[in-house]
């Protein structure tokens, strides 16, 4: 029971052409992965600047101390959601 497991040299060309191949992928499928994730990060951090915005303009002509805490507060944990 002697088994050649010797490959020839066309073989390695071709396993070195597959694993090229499929690095090349992987690293399209990571780098659509990540600027999707971009894309939603930046619709979140649009949002929550959005409704500071609001927050900002809805209390625009009130000057007390409560209403600047808080226009305050709704900008820290707006913040802090992202």
Do not use: P
């Amino acid at each position: 029971k002697n088994i050649d497991l010797t490959f020839s040299s066309k073989g390695h060309s071709f396993m070195s052409l597959m694993v090229s191949f499929l690095v090349v992928t992987r690293a399209k499928v990571v780098y659509s992965r990540y600027m999707e994730g971009r894309g939603h990060l930046s619709s979140a951090m649009r949002s929550c600047r959005e409704i500071v915005q609001h927050a900002c303009i809805l209390s625009m002509f009130q000057k007390t101390d409560l209403i600047k805490q808080w226009r305050s507060d709704v900008a820290f944990w707006t913040i802090m959601v992202l």
